[in-house]
Every structure is written in C-alpha cells, then in structure tokens.
C-alpha cells in the first residue's frame, strides 16, 4: 500500500493519497481545489485515480472533490449522513456508516463520527496485502494529534442555531462508541495539524495512534470517567472566533464548487 500525506502549510491542511501498487489504483481524501499535486503523485507512482471523498463538508478551504473527479473520472463518494439537513446538493455516490469503498487489494470502510459536523465520517484503511485488519484511520476534523475538532463552527461559521452543545454531547459518542474501540496500534492521519482554525490546540505531529491518544489526550480521563459534563465544558471553553469566511466556504462545498476544468 502506498499512502502519501499532501499537506498544505498555508491552511494546516492535510488530504491524502491512498494507493494500491498491484492494481496501480488509488483513492485521494479530502482534496483542496488545487488539484495538480494530486495528478502528479498519481503520475509518477504510476496509478490512476479511482476513487475520490471526504471527510465532511469543509469550511476552511473549498474542496476539490469534484474537480479532481471530473479531472480523473474517479467516482465520486461524499457523507450520506447528518440527516436532511446536511446533504450534499451535487451528485455523488453517499456512503453510510459501515459502507466500504475497495481501491485494488485496500478496503476504506467508513464510520460515521459525527461531533465537528453532523455529516462527518472517518475512514478505516484495510490494507488486505498484509492484514484482515484496519491498521490505520483518516480522522478528518474528528481527532487531531493531541486535540479533536471544535463542535461551534456551524453556529459561527453557518449561522445556525446554538448546535455547540449537541455537536460537544455527539463527540463524546464519537469518542465512546467507535474512536476507543479500535485497537491501540491504529495509526490516525488527521485532517489538520497546528496553526489549524479547526480546534483548539492542536498537536503538529502528522500523526498518531488510537493508544497514544487513549492515553495521553486532555479528554481521555472524562472518557475514562464518563463526564461527558466536564468534557462538554472543557471543550467549548474558550474556542478561537471563526474566520469571516468559513459560512462561504461551507455552503459553496455543500452545493459543490463550480468545476474549473
């Protein structure tokens, strides 16, 4: 299995390709708009681009997963999750909780991770060369090295009701029911790394693991001692304000970008 991490310094922004050297297939998550790194690495590992999602619908960057879909003729896969509410308003296939996308011999399994946004989903990355098992977890805005994504965004950024505390209350769950039961090895490949808007304080590290985080995260003992309270206080207490520009950027990426060609 081949997985490059594309980074942007500029947004703190992370997406990534995920590649399948006997089938010479490969799936890219969370894309920015900017697609020409993407179809570059595609090109000089010689694979071909399959596949395309994302984590949630984003409000820090426009989104390039129609554009490389377009560009690449990948399917296009995006959240079917979040409710009525947060459905995307482009065409493309939706994954459910459970649901499994096979790049050549790697299986992507979504889970349903809802918190940061209600639509969000983490990907489980079975790469079946070598194991039956996942071994790794793209965690989008769900879980960040040393932090997890702010739940406020869509009242500061959409303009929305005061959804804060019921997205604090889903991460929790997020956390309880399916974040700790996966197994310590999992590596977790976040969609932001420091200097990011996204949460709170997070870590620069490009990666950790689900054991690390079980142990050592500011949220792990409210966990350990089911406070969701505390963890619901501790987590809203004291967010950065929201760019200007986040309530743009989240509905052109729910109604998908115009394709630039």
């Known amino acids: 299995m081949l997985l490059e991490r594309v980074y942007d310094d500029d947004l703190a922004q992370a997406s990534y390709l995920i590649g399948c050297q006997a089938r010479g297939e490969a799936l890219v998550v969370d894309p920015r708009r900017d697609i020409g790194e ?6 000089r590992h010689g694979m071909r681009i399959v596949a395309v999602t994302e984590t949630h619908i984003h409000a820090d960057y ?9 560009a690449t003729g990948a399917t296009a896969y995006v959240s079917g999750e979040g409710g009525e509410d947060w459905q995307y308003g482009f065409d493309a296939e939706r994954l459910m909780d459970g649901d ?5 011999n790697i299986t992507v ?19 079946g060369a070598f194991s039956d098992q996942p071994g790794y ?46 197994p310590d090895h999992v590596q977790v490949l976040p969609g932001h790394g420091a200097g990011s808007a996204c949460g709170k304080a ?26 969701e309270k505390g963890f619901v206080d501790e987590l809203l207490d004291g967010q950065p304000d929201a760019h200007a520009y986040f309530a743009r950027m989240k509905r052109q990426n729910r ?3 115009q394709i630039l060609g």
């Not at 993407?38 to 090109?43: I, P, Q, T």
């Not at 426009?62 to 377009?70: D, F, H, P």
């Not at 959804?163 to 604090?168: D, I, K």
């Open 202 to 227: 997070l870590g620069a590290l490009p990666a950790t693991t689900v054991g690390y985080e079980r142990l050592n995260a500011w949220w792990g003992p409210y966990l350990r001692d089911d406070d």
């Open 137 to 182: 977890l793209l965690s989008g805005d769900f879980v960040f090295a040393g932090d997890i994504g702010r739940p406020d965004l869509l009242d500061e950024a959409a303009g929305g009701e005061d959804t804060r505390f019921e997205g604090a209350r889903h991460l929790f769950a997020s956390l309880r029911d399916t974040f700790l039961t996966l």
């Open 100 to 104: 499994t996308v096979t790049v050549g």
């Open 38 to 43: 993407y179809l570059d690495l595609a090109r």
């Open 109 to 127: 399994r979504a889970r349903h991770t809802p918190g940061h946004t209600p639509e969000h989903l983490s990907f489980l990355i079975t790469d």
């Open 255 to 257: 109604e998908g970008p």
């Open 62 to 70: 426009l989104s390039g997963t129609r554009e490389l879909a377009a």
